[in-house]
């Protein structure tokens, strides 16, 4: 079974909202993380990665965290907007030099205007 | 280039067809994947080839065969599918065991009737 799960299947944002995306995975020897945008149609677009050996990284609106504690992933995306409206998945590589990568569920993502 | 590029977006093929899809990519990865994708689903790993042999089989019937002609071309071709098999076929491409992400195409949309 997948390893890698998002806690809520789907999220409603006002626009202008932060987004709090969340992601749950089960391997303690994961060492690499992707979050990835998928809008209708289209293939997954790369959003932003984490290593195993950080708890935060940055990019442009978003925010990814890592907690190895809890093995916990969240994506923050900051002053949502529509073109925000997707679905995201988590995905975790399993083992180092891994080609596999395990996707989670999914969480459909909506902005209210 | 950093894109994967697919063909063809759509096909839709009878169950005693035989065709091929095509993937190509030119940011000199050398590590290419097939995925499959339900609607409403994550993606699911079909085939992984590294350095142009296949590394991974993960358990996909005979009537999906793969090809790596180069290290920059990927095909699966198609021989007598089951309506079932309908759903969204995505490329990818890595640097073996990276942290770069995966690069991931925008599909072929297959409907076999």
């Known amino acids: 079974g997948e390893s890698v799960g998002l806690h809520l299947p789907t999220l409603s944002v006002q626009e202008g909202d932060n987004s709090i995306i969340n992601c749950a995975y089960s391997n303690s020897a994961s060492d690499y993380f992707i979050w990835y945008k998928q809008e209708s149609g289209k293939g997954p677009q790369f959003i932003i990665d984490i290593r195993s050996n950080m708890d935060k990284r940055q990019g442009q609106r978003v925010t990814v965290l890592l907690n190895k504690t809890v093995k916990h992933l969240s994506l923050q995306i900051a002053a949502t907007q529509p073109g925000d409206s997707a679905v995201y998945f988590c995905a975790e590589r399993r083992r180092p030099n891994d080609y596999k990568l395990s996707f989670g569920a999914g969480t459909t993502v909506t902005v209210r205007a | 280039d950093t894109e994967v590029t697919q063909t063809p977006k759509h096909l839709v093929m009878g169950m005693t067809n035989k065709k091929s899809l095509k993937c190509e990519q030119h940011?000199?990865?050398?590590?290419m994947y097939w995925y499959k994708q339900k609607a409403k689903k994550p993606p699911e790993l079909m085939f992984v080839y590294s350095y142009e042999k296949l590394s991974i089989n993960e358990s996909v019937p005979s009537r999906f065969s793969p090809e790596c002609p180069n290290s920059s071309l990927l095909n699966l071709h198609l021989h007598a599918l089951q309506p079932e098999d309908s759903a969204l076929y995505l490329c990818?491409?890595?640097?073996?065991?990276?942290?770069?992400?995966?690069?991931f195409g925008s599909g072929t949309r297959l409907t076999v009737v």
């Open positions: 940011m000199g990865h050398r590590a």
């Open positions: 990818a491409s890595s640097q073996e065991g990276g942290y770069d992400g995966y690069t």
